[in-house]
């Protein structure tokens, strides 16, 4: 069987099980600490989302578990999370029940009204 050279090139649109957004929204982690011993919170800067995960970064991972709450700012829903990999500060998860696609929509229109996309940030700050 011959290959052709589609046949051997990696995509991440073949690869990606869902559509992937870019948002440069504010979230916070909440986890419970063993033994149902508290909460735990923290910040982080939302990188991506999809109906099935997201990337984020935090200032630390130190004492982060590997199942938490996800809160994106402006949202009032809470997504379950499994860690998949930390690299340095950056984070990626799945969602342990996918979101709709009405409450992602909801999420990339926040985004878009307020303006507040990761480039015009970074061109404002140069």
């Known amino acids: 069987m011959s290959q052709s050279i589609l046949s051997v090139v990696k995509s991440e649109m073949y690869t990606r099980r869902y559509e992937h957004f ?8 909440m986890a419970v600490r063993p033994a149902l011993g508290g909460v735990t919170t923290r910040t982080c ?14 200032n630390t991972t130190i004492g982060l578990p590997q199942h938490y709450y996800l809160n994106i ?17 950056r984070i990626g998860v799945h969602f342990i029940k996918p979101i709709n696609e009405e409450f992602l929509h909801e999420i990339v229109r926040y985004e ?4 507040q996309t990761p480039n015009k940030r970074e061109e404002r700050r140069a």
């Open 22 to 29: 870019n948002i440069g929204q504010v979230g916070t982690l």
């Open 73 to 89: 700012i402006g949202t009032n829903k809470r997504i379950g999370c499994a860690e998949v990999y930390r690299k340095d500060n």
């Open 45 to 58: 800067k939302m990188i991506d989302i999809s109906l099935g995960g997201a990337t984020f970064s935090v």
């Open 112 to 115: 878009f009204f307020t303006g």
